[in-house]
């Protein structure tokens, strides 16, 4: 299928967790069949996802550029690539600058690594200053359960609170954070430079949603960056667990790569 046919507009990616709990590898099959402009590699618990050479012959392979990696920043990846965080962000760039990917995709660090919390803004400075490669760090959310909060992350689940040199918005953690994500947006700036496309409804579960199925400004967003000199990228990470079947995962998948390219190209945001 043809990818973007407008070289100006941003690319739309495929996160490899968009997939799950199929493999990395079934990730860069459907990006290429669907017509994504790359993918984004979460690196987690697939050993493929952690294997630079594996995932540069999937690349070549499939005719999809790697533009972005996502540290291995989750609860279930905390010995991913070492125990140390820093370690792991360094692997990250590592692989990114391998793969010719342009951003690493980092979370605030959680509560319980102290130091590595208090050195965490100062850090992310250090080490975008030793590569071209992007580091974005990524608005996350409280952690509720029925009328109960915690604040899981540090500094801030809010990234904007610090200072950042580039960020990452997801429009799902905006939902979950019942926060508004377009003045996230406005705070972010010109120092915005990387997207995950998702939707949610305020549910205090993180949803990723298939664009336009919840209530975020996924549309306007979208119509946004066509009339901005964003140069970043926009990946789909959306959640498709409850998908049925292959066909029904790669038809919600296709779902949000024309709602994307819909919203980018229309003036008017899509709206008919």
Same mark, same amino acid.
């Given at each position: 299928?043809?990818?973007?046919?407008?070289?100006?507009?941003?690319?739309?990616?495929?996160?490899?967790?968009?997939?799950?709990?199929?493999?990395?590898?079934? +990730?860069?099959?459907? $990006?290429?069949?669907?017509?994504?402009?790359?993918?984004? *590699?979460?690196?987690?618990?697939?050993?493929?996802?952690?294997?630079?050479?594996?995932?540069?012959?999937?690349?070549?392979?499939?005719?999809?550029?790697?533009?972005?990696?996502?540290?291995?920043?989750?609860?279930?990846?905390?010995?991913? @690539?070492?125990?140390? &965080? @820093?370690?792991?962000?360094?692997?990250?760039?590592?692989?990114?600058?391998?793969?010719?990917?342009?951003?690493?995709?980092?979370?605030?660090?959680?509560?319980?690594? #102290?130091?590595?919390?208090?050195?965490?803004?100062?850090?992310?400075?250090? =080490?975008? %200053?030793?590569?071209?490669?992007?580091? +974005?760090?990524?608005? =996350?959310? &409280?952690?509720?359960?029925?009328?109960?909060?915690?604040?899981?992350?540090?500094? %801030? @689940?809010?990234? !904007?609170?610090?200072?950042?040199? /580039?960020?990452?918005?997801?429009?799902?953690?905006?939902?979950?954070? #019942?926060?508004?994500? !377009?003045? =996230?947006?406005?705070?972010?700036?010109?120092?915005? +430079? /990387?997207?995950?496309?998702?939707?949610?409804?305020?549910? $205090?579960?993180?949803?990723?949603? *298939? &664009?336009?199925?919840?209530?975020? &400004?996924?549309?306007?967003?979208?119509?946004?960056?066509?009339?901005?000199?964003?140069?970043?990228?926009?990946?789909?990470?959306?959640? !498709?667990?409850?998908?049925?079947?292959?066909?029904? #995962?790669?038809?919600?998948?296709?779902?949000?790569?024309?709602? !994307?390219?819909?919203?980018?190209?229309?003036?008017?945001?899509?709206?008919?």
């Amino acid at each position: 299928m043809v990818r973007n046919p407008s070289s100006s507009a941003p690319k739309v990616a495929l996160s490899t967790a968009s997939v799950y709990p199929e493999s990395t590898a079934t +990730a860069f099959e459907i $990006a290429a069949r669907l017509g994504y402009d790359g993918v984004e *590699v979460m690196v987690w618990t697939d050993p493929v996802s952690q294997d630079v050479e594996a995932l540069r012959r999937l690349s070549d392979h499939h005719g999809v550029p790697i533009l972005a990696v996502h540290a291995p920043c989750l609860l279930i990846t905390q010995r991913v @690539w070492s125990t140390d &965080p @820093w370690t792991k962000l360094q692997r990250a760039r590592a692989a990114a600058e391998k793969l010719g990917a342009s951003t690493v995709v980092v979370h605030p660090p959680f509560r319980w690594q #102290r130091q590595y919390a208090r050195d965490f803004v100062t850090g992310i400075w250090r =080490m975008a %200053e030793e590569t071209d490669v992007r580091f +974005a760090v990524e608005n =996350m959310y &409280p952690w509720r359960y029925r009328d109960r909060e915690m604040l899981a992350y540090a500094p %801030e @689940w809010d990234v !904007t609170k610090d200072d950042y040199r /580039h960020f990452t918005v997801d429009l799902s953690h905006t939902a979950t954070a #019942r926060t508004d994500a !377009t003045a =996230m947006i406005d705070r972010m700036g010109d120092r915005l +430079a /990387h997207i995950h496309l998702a939707d949610g409804n305020g549910s $205090a579960k993180d949803e990723h949603l *298939v &664009p336009g199925r919840g209530t975020q &400004p996924c549309a306007e967003l979208l119509t946004g960056l066509a009339r901005s000199s964003f140069d970043g990228h926009i990946v789909i990470e959306v959640n !498709t667990r409850r998908a049925m079947s292959s066909a029904e #995962r790669e038809a919600d998948l296709a779902e949000a790569l024309a709602f !994307t390219r819909r919203h980018l190209a229309a003036p008017d945001g899509g709206r008919r």
